[in-house]
C-alpha cells in the first residue's frame, strides 16, 4: 500500500501532466511550472537510464553533504569532484577506469579491511550480466531480513521527514544486480557485503535525490536490456572510523553508453553521526 507521502508524489506528477496536455506547455515552461511544485532536479547523471523524479525525496544539502569531505577522503577520491546538487559528488567527470570488454564468466569479489579489531567491508568488485539479475523476492529465496548488525550499528526510529529510521544494512553488491549469481551470498548477513549506511544514503532513488539505489536503478535497467556491466562499489573510511564517509560507486557498460563515476556521503538530514563509534544523533531543530 503506498504511503501518504507517494501518495501525494503521484497526484503531483498527474498534475503536471495535466497542465502540460492543457496548456501545451514549452520546455521551458514546463521547467519553470516543475520548479513551483518544489522539482529539485538539476541535471541527470546520465540520460540513457533515468529514474522518476518524486519531489518529496529529501536530499542532503551540500553542506551537510561536503561535511564527510575531510582531506583524508579527498585523497581517496582524487581532486575532480564535483557536487551534482541532488545529494552525491560526480568523481572525474563521471568517467571510470573500469574495462568491461572482458572475457569472463560474471563474478563477485568482495574485499574487506579491519577497522578497531573489527572486520568492516572495504570493496567489491563484479561483472555483472542478465543472468545474475534477481527478479524474486528474498524470502522466497531464503535471503530475507534478520537481526544481524553490523560495525557502526545504533539505530533510530520515529523520524520525521521522508525517512522514519537512521540506519539500514546497507549493501555493496545489491541482491537485485547479483542475487542469481551461483555462490555469492547476496544475504542481509553477509558480513563482506553488508556495512551500516544511512536509511538516505541506502534507499535515495530520484532525479531529485541520488542515493546509492538511483545510481543501482541505472545498473539493473542495464542488465534487463541484456547488457554486461562493470561496477565497483568502495566504502570510503576516515581514517579509524567505524562508519564509512559515503559509497563511491563506478559502472561502465561493455557497450560504454552506461558509465558513471560518484561518490554518495553517508549523511541524512536531521541527523548527525559520529562516524567513530557510528552513534547517532537528532539534530535540534530552532524554532
Not at 83 to 89: D, E, L, S, T
Not at 148 to 170: I, S
Request: a negative charge; hydrophobic letters at 35%; charged letters at 20%.
Amino acid at each position: 500500500m503506498s504511503s501518504p507521502k507517494k501518495l501525494k508524489s503521484s497526484l503531483t506528477s498527474v498534475l503536471v501532466l495535466i497542465v502540460v496536455t492543457i496548456l501545451g506547455l514549452s520546455s521551458g515552461q514546463l521547467d519553470s511550472f516543475k520548479q513551483l511544485l518544489g522539482d529539485k532536479s538539476s541535471g541527470l547523471v546520465t540520460k540513457t537510464w533515468s529514474v522518476a523524479v518524486d519531489p518529496l525525496e529529501e536530499a542532503p544539502s551540500k553542506a551537510l553533504a561536503e561535511s564527510v569531505l575531510t582531506d583524508r577522503v579527498l585523497e581517496q577520491l582524487g581532486n575532480d569532484i564535483a557536487w551534482n546538487g541532488v545529494g552525491a559528488f560526480v568523481i572525474n567527470g563521471n568517467k571510470t577506469n573500469l574495462n568491461a570488454a572482458v572475457a569472463s564468466l560474471p563474478y563477485v569479489n568482495n574485499e574487506t579491511k579491519t577497522i578497531q579489531g573489527c572486520t568492516v567491508p572495504w570493496r567489491a568488485n563484479a561483472l555483472l550480466n542478465k543472468s545474475t539479475r534477481q527478479y524474486r523476492d528474498r524470502s522466497s529465496t531464503g535471503q530475507g531480513g534478520n537481526d544481524y548488525r553490523p560495525p557502526a550499528w545504533h539505530q533510530r526510529h520515529d523520524l520525521p521527514g521522508e525517512y522514519d529510521h537512521a540506519v539500514d544494512r546497507g549493501h555493496l553488491i545489491g541482491y537485485a544486480l547479483a542475487g542469481g549469481l551461483a555462490g555469492f551470498d547476496a544475504s542481509t548477513s553477509n558480513p563482506q557485503n553488508i556495512a551500516t549506511q544511512t536509511a538516505w544514503s541506502n534507499q535515495a532513488n530520484d532525479d531529485g535525490s541520488t542515493g546509492q539505489n538511483y545510481y543501482e536503478t541505472i545498473v539493473r535497467k542495464a542488465l534487463d536490456n541484456n547488457k554486461t556491466v562493470r561496477y565497483r562499489v568502495t566504502l570510503i573510511y576516515d581514517g579509524e572510523n567505524l562508519l564509512s564517509s559515503g559509497t563511491h560507486l563506478e559502472a561502465k557498460s561493455s557497450d560504454g553508453q552506461v558509465e558513471f563515476n560518484v561518490f554518495v556521503p553517508n549523511v541524512q538530514e536531521g541527523l548527525t553521526f559520529n562516524y567513530h563509534n557510528g552513534q547517532v544523533y537528532l539534530d535540534k531543530v530552532v524554532q
